[in-house]
């Protein structure tokens, strides 16, 4: 659904098929890329447009949308930082959307616009961190199918660089191993406390390689232990890339349950966090006033809602009521206005959600 159409586009479109309908999603990073290049895409894209038009419309039908379309490429922002854009044409409606979501090309022709066909043409990316843990160094790493980018992170690489922060009382311990052991505690919360940050500019799957009772202690200290996908237990300390990325393989392997496993664990932790929006009611308020970090929802999942008194409140939808111009679909409006705002949609096989009413929406924080 389109939302905040005047009502004299409400009452053709719902009186008469205004077709046809364009999608154009692409990707779009101006910054990083040659604008004449750009350009040349675009125009490429337009062109293909307009020929499978012409296949399937009379020239009537085809005349305004291109008209549309052309103008709005002519007009683009090629100052944004954004990295994909989706453009909507028919005869009565024109958008552009700038969007922080990495997206495949993808071109629809059809009678309607689609919002959930944006979400479906994301770049199924699979990146993940791996936290390398052993009782005297840290090591965190950005990895993918194909490779392993060491993060400079803001956390101690050494035991020995928490020394000078041990207390008075701690430096003079008799018991050599107590020592070890308050140390060692420090070091890992200084490791958690960084690793803070970089769950919040990464917030993807966590995983942790480290002696068991390395790991264990850890998860036990940290304030993201709900964030650890898993943990592969051993000694990785001095251990190369390529047996790093070897030993981690059969816990990314299926990435799809990888991928569920952390959505859930990101809204249980935002639930502890009181910043989860549950339900397709607070999911839609929270969507208008602009805080939606992440939407999670099932697919297929949909529901007809009634507008309340103010734009941040729906209510279930009334079948004998008369209003003909109902929200017919209040989830692609959530969808839309998350996207629009610089937020991010992963859909989840249905079922998955059932303990969230299908639908939640993480907030930031």
């Not at 205004?18 to 890329?33: A, D, Q, R």
């Not at 409606?93 to 479906?120: A, C, G, M, N, W």
């Not at 003909?324 to 989830?331: C, G, L, S, T």
């Amino acid at each position: 659904m389109i939302k905040n159409l005047a009502n004299s586009e409400k009452e053709i479109l719902e009186a008469v098929k205004y077709f046809p309908c364009v999608s154009i999603i692409l990707p779009f990073e101006p910054k990083m890329t040659i604008k004449k290049e750009l350009e040349y895409r675009l125009q490429r894209v337009a062109d293909q447009v307009e020929k499978d038009l012409m296949n399937n419309y009379v020239d009537e039908k085809v005349e305004p949308v291109m008209s549309k379309l052309r103008g709005l490429i002519k007009n683009l922002d090629f100052t944004t930082y954004k990295l994909s854009i989706a453009i909507f044409v028919s005869p009565v409606i024109e958008k552009v959307y700038y969007l922080d979501i990495p997206v495949e090309e993808k071109v629809i022709i059809d009678e309607s616009f689609e919002i959930r066909d944006l979400v479906y043409s994301k770049k199924e990316l699979h990146k993940y961190l791996v936290l390398v843990l052993s009782s005297d160094r840290s090591l965190l790493f950005l990895g993918n199918t194909t490779q392993f980018i060491r993060l400079a992170a803001n956390t101690p690489e050494h035991f020995a660089d928490c020394r000078h922060d041990a207390p008075e009382r701690v430096a003079n311990f008799s018991d050599p191993s107590h020592y070890k052991e308050v140390m060692l505690d420090k070091f890992l919360h200084n490791v958690d406390n960084g690793l803070r940050i970089i769950l919040n500019a990464y917030p993807l799957p966590l995983f942790v390689m480290a002696p068991e009772k390395i790991a264990g202690r850890f998860k036990q200290l940290s304030h993201h232990g709900s964030r650890i996908a898993g943990n592969v237990h051993g000694n990785f300390e001095g251990s190369s890339m390529a047996d790093i990325s070897k030993a981690i393989a059969p816990l990314v392997a299926d990435w799809k349950k990888v991928k569920e496993d952390d959505l859930l664990l990101r809204l249980d932790a935002a639930r502890g966090a009181g910043k989860l929006a549950i339900g397709i009611q607070k999911a839609w308020k929270e969507a208008t006033q602009k805080g939606g970090r992440l939407l999670v929802l099932e697919k297929n999942y949909m529901c007809a809602a009634d507008p309340g008194e103010n734009e941040s409140v729906i209510v279930p939808h009334d079948e004998n009521s008369v209003n003909p111009f109902y929200i017919k679909d209040a989830v692609d409006d959530v969808i839309e206005m998350v996207l629009k705002n610089g937020g991010d949609v992963e859909f989840v096989d249905e079922g998955i959600l059932n303990d969230y009413c299908h639908i939640a929406l993480i907030q930031y924080y």
